[in-house]
Nanobody, 121 residues
């Protein structure tokens, strides 16, 4: 079994910052690409940022310049630093990771349960 657990969400005023964490645990040999997604009420889930195992990051246009994704491979943890938050960033934020459970298995996609981020105006 593999579990992804997000933390760090909460209520913040516009212009504030939050740092989300996603800790992976269980039968993990290696985590390849990891990502953060978000889903606002009544909207589809959308990509926020991705990061490769080597640390190369890509961002959605709405995140560029304000959010920073990072990871610690020794801790199987992915982070999302969010600065200059706006009310439109309000959403449930989900962690996603491609996980190889053994040296001879392929990668499987896993999701966390999500953490709520609410930005007040």
């Amino acid at each position: 079994q593999v579990q992804l657990v997000e933390s760090g969400g909460g209520l913040v005023q516009a212009g504030g910052s939050l740092r989300l964490s996603c800790a992976a645990s269980g039968d993990i040999f290696r985590i390849n690409t990891a990502a953060w997604y978000r889903q606002a009420p009544g909207k589809q889930r959308e990509l926020v940022a991705t990061i490769t195992r080597g640390g190369s990051a890509n961002y959605a246009d709405s995140s560029t310049g304000r959010f920073t994704i990072s990871r610690d491979n020794t801790k199987n943890t992915v982070y999302l630093q969010m600065n200059s938050l706006k009310p439109e960033d309000t959403a449930v934020y989900y962690c996603n990771a491609d996980v190889r459970r053994t040296a001879w298995s392929g990668y499987t996609d896993y999701w966390g349960q999500g953490t709520q981020v609410t930005v007040s105006s």
